[in-house]
T-cell receptor, first 110, second 115 residues
């Protein structure tokens, strides 16, 4: 399964959009891009996933580049409760490992 | 739905003692995962069950660790004997399908401290 690269930390002003990038240049055609987040002392929480097309749900939007080598998670109006570590994961349906990596620590600033 | 339930939430024990962590997956989910999280190594997959059968235990650190899933609604992770380096947060997760790539729902974790 493809590995991912994320910036270690980011800040975002409350109420503004948070854009979290992820590079996955070795992604294969059958591999999905997943995003999870982990709020301090809690278990990871599923946010969104996609294969080729951009996706949106009540929590976030996922923008995947046409070559699929990178993606961006967008939290449209960040709140203080969005402060967490965000993990980008690439995995196929039959993948053998679910690598969380080190993620991006997002701090939403009042 | 109550989500994935783990017990205990905190466990403090002395080196050499046996530790048993428990997990109840979401009803109807077919797959169950045990993870360990430490500052040094991040979140690591230990073992993965599908329909109560262990599929991949390559992440289990050594023979001191064992996991069982006697039925679809219960799993245990046992450490015997425990060592200080086993101190970590242990998460259980479940997913609907048999594939690891399916969305996983995590429990609140068990924080284990081995003195």
């Amino acid at each position: 399964d493809a590995k991912t690269t994320q910036p270690p930390s980011m800040d975002c002003a409350e109420g503004r959009a948070a854009n979290l990038p992820c590079n996955h240049s070795t992604i294969s055609g059958n591999e999905y891009v997943y995003w999870y987040r982990q709020i301090h002392s809690q278990g990871p929480q599923y946010i969104i996933h996609g294969l080729k097309n951009n996706e949106t749900n009540e929590m976030a939007s996922l923008i995947i580049t046409e070559d699929r080598k990178s993606s961006t998670l967008i939290l449209p109006h960040a709140t203080l409760r969005d402060t967490a570590v965000y993990y980008c994961i690439v995995l196929s349906n039959t993948g053998n490992q679910f690598y969380f990596g080190t993620g991006t620590s997002l701090t939403v600033i009042p | 739905d109550a989500g994935v339930i783990q017990s205990p939430r905190h466990e403090v024990t002395e080196m050499g003692q046996e530790v048993t962590l428990r997990c109840k997956p979401i009803s109807g989910h077919n797959s169950l995962f045990w993870y360990r999280q430490t500052m040094m190594r991040g979140l690591e997959l230990l073992i993965y069950f599908n329909n109560n059968v262990p599929i991949d235990d390559s992440g289990m650190p050594e023979d001191r660790f064992s996991a069982k899933m006697p039925n679809a609604s219960f799993s245990t992770l046992k450490i015997q004997p425990s060592e200080p380096r086993d101190s970590a947060v242990y998460f259980c997760a479940s997913s609907l399908s048999r594939y690891k790539g399916d969305t996983q729902y995590f429990g609140p974790g068990t924080r284990l401290t081995v003195l």
